[in-house]
């Protein structure tokens, strides 16, 4: 249990080098080695094993602005996926003995048993600050025998490809479909297309007596009316949604077929295009779990968690008119104005850009999924 920032690398140097020559020097944390991705910050205070292990931070290398991390270690309960996905972490001041009644293990021991390279040490805040004023950017971090002169690290990261224009869905989602039950009374049947879901994401519609047939990336439209479903649900996931055409096809004929439709984050940038409109990349996204979102059916504020660094570019006010009807944007982000959710007026569809699942993070939006269920009932059907 006890472990130090040292135990896993020895006292040796770890770099974080960003692709605009920027380097931080700082000590290794986790496995020793080199990684790449994209620079992100995270204003999580609590949640790292859930961050860790959404998939939706696929090639990204996230920095924790919270000051300490690895206070509650690491336990066997709390995983959004069967790994972690995050490409690296940065830390400044690693917690030198975890202290809770699940933990397992230290987070540098877990970091290190599945070889994600991270650094603790550095100054956070001074990254976090550039990261905001310069944008999200390519990072590689590189410890141990890795780190040879900083003109070939910055070479290596420069080398990297961009978020923008990755395709990731496919590498992170399940490859077979599977079956989450219904808990209690099985009240309806979700196709759920697995773009990189969060695990909580099918328990939450499971606890409202939802049978969730979770399907991979690549599923066609066929797939997905053979579990004959009363809904269709569409996950968050990594990378730039521009890419993922399958999935935008596919919920157009879910659309066409006006079945009843939910979308979280990927999810709802996929809603997004398949309405028409464009998806652009934020300066630095929004990620953490004490963001406000105005829901504007109600006028009511919520305190949300978020992890997206694209938004779907969809007029504020008013009414659009699509193809599949009116659309109106349903929630927006207080910070900063972005578009949080997207109703359809004419069809049963909806979608959210922040996490209602709240794997960190706080209930207040839980009201979705049962918005979700009752859009199933045979009286809207
Ligand atoms: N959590 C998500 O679904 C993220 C969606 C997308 N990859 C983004 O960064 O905006």
Same mark, same amino acid.
């Given at each position: 249990?006890?472990?130090?920032?040292?135990?896993?690398?020895?006292?040796?140097?770890?770099?974080?080098?960003?692709?605009?020559?920027?380097?931080?020097?700082?000590?290794?944390?986790?496995?020793?080695?080199?990684?790449?991705?994209?620079?992100?910050?995270?204003?999580?205070?609590?949640?790292?094993?859930?961050?860790?292990?959404?998939?939706?931070?696929?090639?990204?290398?996230?920095?924790?602005?919270?000051?300490?991390?690895?206070?509650?270690?690491?336990?066997?309960?709390?995983?959004?996926?069967?790994?972690?996905?995050?490409?690296?972490?940065?830390?400044?001041?690693?917690?030198?003995?975890?202290?809770?009644?699940?933990?397992?293990?230290?987070?540098?021991?877990?970091?290190?048993?599945?070889?994600?390279?991270?650094?603790?040490?550095?100054?956070?805040?001074?990254?976090?600050?550039?990261?905001?004023?310069?944008?999200?950017?390519?990072?590689?971090?590189?410890?141990?025998?890795?780190?040879?002169?900083?003109?070939?690290?910055?070479?290596?990261?420069?080398?990297?490809?961009?978020?923008?224009?990755?395709?990731?869905?496919?590498?992170?989602?399940?490859?077979?479909?599977?079956?989450?039950?219904?808990?209690?009374?099985?009240?309806?049947?979700?196709?759920?297309?697995?773009?990189?879901?969060?695990?909580?994401?099918?328990?939450?519609?499971?606890?409202?007596?939802?049978?969730?047939?979770?399907?991979?990336?690549?599923?066609?439209?066929?797939?997905?009316?053979?579990?004959?479903?009363?809904?269709?649900?569409?996950?968050?996931?990594?990378?730039?949604?521009?890419?993922?055409?399958?999935?935008?096809?596919?919920?157009?004929?879910?659309?066409?077929?006006?079945?009843?439709?939910?979308?979280?984050?990927?999810?709802?940038?996929?809603?997004?295009?398949?309405?028409?409109?464009?998806?652009?990349?934020?300066?630095?996204?929004?990620?953490?779990?004490?963001?406000?979102?105005?829901?504007?059916?109600?006028?009511?504020?919520?305190?949300?968690? &978020?992890? &997206?660094?694209?938004?779907?570019?969809?007029?504020?006010?008013?009414?659009?008119?699509?193809?599949?009807?009116?659309?109106?944007?349903?929630?927006?982000?207080?910070?900063?104005?972005?578009?949080?959710?997207?109703?359809?007026?004419?069809?049963?569809?909806?979608?959210?850009?922040?996490?209602?699942?709240?794997?960190?993070?706080?209930?207040?939006?839980?009201?979705?999924?049962?918005?979700?269920?009752?859009?199933?009932?045979?009286? &809207?059907?």
């Amino acid at each position: 249990m006890r472990s130090g920032p040292m135990s896993a690398g020895g006292p040796t140097a770890a770099v974080l080098v960003l692709e605009d020559g920027r380097v931080f020097r700082g000590r290794p944390y986790g496995a020793l080695g080199e990684t790449f991705g994209e620079a992100v910050f995270s204003t999580g205070m609590t949640g790292y094993q859930e961050t860790l292990t959404d998939p939706s931070y696929d090639r990204q290398i996230v920095v924790a602005t919270a000051p300490q991390i690895g206070n509650t270690g690491w336990n066997d309960e709390d995983d959004e996926s069967g790994r972690i996905w995050v490409s690296g972490y940065v830390v400044r001041d690693p917690a030198r003995v975890p202290s809770n009644w699940r933990a397992r293990r230290s987070l540098d021991e877990e970091l290190e048993r599945q070889g994600v390279v991270g650094i603790s040490g550095i100054d956070t805040r001074a990254l976090t600050r550039h990261l905001r004023e310069r944008g999200s950017m390519r990072a590689g971090i590189f410890s141990g025998e890795a780190i040879v002169g900083e003109a070939e690290l910055l070479a290596r990261v420069q080398a990297q490809p961009q978020m923008k224009g990755a395709n990731l869905c496919e590498e992170v989602a399940t490859k077979e479909a599977y079956v989450v039950p219904a808990i209690g009374e099985k009240r309806f049947t979700v196709a759920a297309i697995d773009l990189g879901i969060k695990g909580m994401t099918p328990h939450r519609m499971a606890e409202r007596g939802i049978e969730v047939h979770v399907l991979p990336a690549t599923a066609t439209v066929e797939d997905v009316y053979a579990v004959e479903p009363d809904g269709v649900f569409f996950s968050n996931g990594p990378g730039d949604p521009e890419t993922a055409d399958h999935p935008v096809a596919v919920m157009r004929a879910v659309l066409e077929r006006g079945t009843p439709l939910f979308g979280i984050c990927f999810g709802q940038q996929i809603l997004g295009r398949a309405l028409g409109f464009g998806t652009y990349k934020l300066k630095y996204g929004h990620r953490g779990i004490n963001q406000p979102v105005q829901d504007r059916t109600t006028g009511k504020v919520e305190v949300t968690a &978020h992890n &997206h660094g694209f938004a779907v570019d969809a007029p504020l006010d008013g009414v659009s008119e699509t193809p599949f009807g009116r659309v109106e944007v349903s929630h927006v982000c207080l910070n900063d104005g972005v578009v949080e959710g997207l109703r359809l007026l004419d069809r049963p569809a909806f979608s959210v850009q922040y996490h209602p699942e709240a794997a960190a993070g706080p209930h207040d939006a839980a009201y979705l999924f049962d918005r979700f269920a009752s859009l199933m009932e045979p009286a &809207h059907g």
